[in-house]
């Protein structure tokens, strides 16, 4: 079994920074990649930002410029710094995993999720 620890989230005002982390543990053979997506109750969960363990990355547009994804791979855990914060990006946040296990098999897992709330 696979685990997703996230931690980092809380509340700051608008235009301020905060860094989510998420260490994932277990019978991992290799990590294909990880991710953050962020969801508002009623609607559908959304990217905002997923890294390759080649370090290729990816961002939704309305974080281009102020969010930074990175990896590490020797501590299975990714980040995402958050700057500039806006009212906007007041929402729940998810880890996503991309992992082979040891049965070469590819998995997902999500992490439970970290509230993010920017006051304006």
């Known amino acids: 079994q696979v685990q997703l620890v996230e931690s980092g989230g809380g509340l700051v005002q608008a235009g301020g920074s905060l860094r989510l982390s998420c260490a994932a543990s277990?019978?991992?053979?290799?990590?294909?990649?990880m991710g953050w997506y962020r969801q508002t109750p009623g609607k559908q969960r959304e990217l905002v930002a997923d890294?390759?363990?080649?370090?290729?990355?990816r961002y939704a547009d309305s974080v281009k410029g102020r969010f930074t994804i990175s990896m590490d791979n020797a501590k299975n855990t990714v980040y995402l710094q958050m700057n500039s914060l806006k009212s906007e990006d007041t929402d729940v946040y998810y880890c996503?995993?991309?992992?082979?296990?040891?049965?070469?098999?590819?998995?997902?897992?999500w992490g439970q999720g970290t509230q993010v709330t920017v006051s304006s």
């Open positions: 996503n995993a991309r992992i082979m296990g040891y049965d070469s098999a590819d998995y997902v897992y």
């Open positions: 277990g019978r991992i053979f290799s990590i294909n990649g």
């Open positions: 890294i390759t363990r080649g370090g290729r990355s």
